[in-house]
């Protein structure tokens, strides 16, 4: 009996032994069950917000580009559309007079320019060559043959009719007593102020920026290419062969892989390009793409503490790039040289003006302010005193006008400022104290230079809801304020009657 009890105590124990070995045995299995379920789900969180990031990093480098695209688009139909108002005030008469053509082609400041009837006769041509007036200059440029059949275009990079440099041609058709003329006026875009944009509309380091033409002739570029027709494919042959098919992607660079963007320029045949290396791109995650996850997911492997690390690493990585991006909207809405607001601002805030004015039946005033002989100051001074010039003018102009007053940079050497309830009468006293503030003093730069700058402004008021030419009126004051010797106010006239046309876009 006794030898039964004790078999039955080592039964009892054995399989209380087994029952604790597999209890022991299912913990472990739920622990690890549990701890794969917890390193699976944390994967697929780290992984996702990865993946988010990544899209977020591209998604701001395109917003970068387009907003490039929008401000070249801009300038473009500003150019244009301001020859064909002119050419239509200026160069419509019966003959088109030397001096009247020769002064509207330095008040653009174009190197060459040329007018050409319906046929595509030359009628005029800067520099002056007599010996090629009369001919089929239209045959020769693509132009301004499009000029002619759709009433705009602008060319690639061609060379000129009257001294062969490398150029790009600006035309517009416009009606005189004569019939159809075309108007076409050119430079070397790479001298102009888009020069020093292309160098600072990505703000991003390791970007460039290349504009092209249909041909991938560099029209302007980031980069200081040596030659004024030089290819984009002999300057970066992979990125021009990346290009040719796909408007983004990545490529392999000397350097290393680089993202890029390609965006067709509105109204042209250019292409706007831009890339970045993708350690610049990706900076915000650390300047490596797909080693983030496996990173994060090994040290949570690790140590479960490191996983609160990792999940605050990432949550300040967004953090960062939700500042970043806030940043970067405002950024695209500030000048980087005057550091006022810029045009796209600008043309949002005059929307909302005008909207406002009209809906409690309010005055409003706009005044545009352009900086009196600027070009005269770059080729005289030099680009680096003619941002001190402006930081310092933008500086002045805006403390002088009211707290409710909108400032900011229209483009180039031109300011606009929006003064919502304001008749014409204070607008134009406003104006003044502008234009006083503006040369108020010799402007200093740091480099030791001294000048005294003028500034000119042309007003306009509207108090009419159908007044759709506050802009247009400003600027006919202004170029009247230019005419009558700079350095002072003109108001336009106030419409004469409640304008009847079908209502136009003002920022058109």
Not at 353 to 368: C, E, H, K, W
Request: proline share 3%; hydrophobic share 45%; with cysteine.
């Amino acid at each position: 009996m006794q030898d039964e009890l004790a078999e039955a105590d080592d039964e009892g124990a054995f399989m209380l032994q087994a029952a604790s070995a597999k209890q022991r045995r299912m913990l472990r299995l739920g622990w690890s069950v549990l701890l794969c379920a917890l390193l699976g789900f944390v994967a697929r969180v780290v992984n996702q917000a990865e993946q988010e990031s990544l899209r977020e990093l591209h998604d701001r480098f395109h917003i970068r580009s387009e907003i490039a695209e929008r401000f070249l688009r801009a300038y473009v139909h500003d150019l244009l559309q301001r020859e064909r108002r002119i050419a239509e005030r200026e160069l419509s008469g019966a003959a088109v007079s030397s001096a009247s053509f020769d002064t509207v082609v330095r008040a653009f400041g174009f190197e060459a320019a040329v007018v050409v009837d319906a046929a595509g006769k030359l009628l005029r041509v800067f520099p002056s060559r007599d010996e090629l007036i009369g001919s089929d200059t239209a045959q020769r440029y693509a132009h301004l043959r499009a000029a002619l059949e759709r009433g705009e275009a602008v060319s690639s990079v061609v060379a000129s009719a009257a001294a062969a440099a490398p150029i790009v041609g600006f035309a517009v058709r416009y009606e005189s007593s004569s019939g159809v003329r075309v108007f076409s006026g050119a430079y070397d875009v790479s001298l102009t102020p888009l020069k020093a944009y292309m160098f600072n509309l990505l703000a991003i380091r390791g970007a460039q920026a290349d504009l092209v033409d249909s041909g991938g002739a560099l029209i302007a570029s980031s980069r200081r290419p040596k030659g004024w027709q030089r290819a984009l494919a002999s300057v970066d042959p992979k990125l021009a062969a990346a290009t040719r098919s796909d408007g983004h992607g990545e490529y392999r660079s000397i350097d290393g892989p680089r993202h890029f963007v390609v965006r067709g320029v509105g109204g042209t045949t250019w292409r706007l390009i831009t890339s970045v290396d993708d350690s610049a791109l990706y900076a915000p995650l650390g300047g490596r793409r797909g080693q983030a996850y496996w990173s994060l997911f090994a040290a949570f492997c690790t140590a479960m503490l490191m996983a609160a690390l990792l999940l605050v690493r990432l949550i300040e990585s967004r953090s960062d790039l939700r500042t970043a991006n806030g940043d970067l909207t405002r950024l695209a809405r500030m000048d980087r040289l005057t550091d006022v607001p810029n045009r796209l601002c600008l043309e949002e805030q005059l929307t909302r003006s005008l909207s406002a004015a009209r809906r409690y039946a309010q005055p409003l005033s706009i005044f545009i302010i352009d900086v009196d002989h600027f070009k005269l100051v770059n080729d005289s001074y030099g680009h680096s005193f003619g941002d001190e010039v402006l930081r310092t003018l933008a500086s002045r102009m805006a403390a002088a006008l009211r707290t409710e007053d909108i400032f900011g940079r229209w483009g180039g050497e031109e300011f606009l400022a929006i003064l919502p309830n304001l008749g014409r009468e204070e607008a134009s006293n406003v104006a003044d104290r502008v234009r006083a503030a503006a040369s108020c003093a010799p402007i200093v730069t740091t480099s030791g230079h001294t000048l005294s700058v003028t500034v000119s402004i042309g007003c306009s008021t509207t108090s009419d809801p159908l007044d759709h030419f506050l802009l247009s009126r400003a600027d006919a004051a202004l170029y009247r304020a230019k005419e009558q010797g700079r350095d002072r106010v003109v108001s336009s006239a106030p419409p004469p009657h409640p304008s009847l046309e079908k209502p136009r876009a003002e920022l058109a």
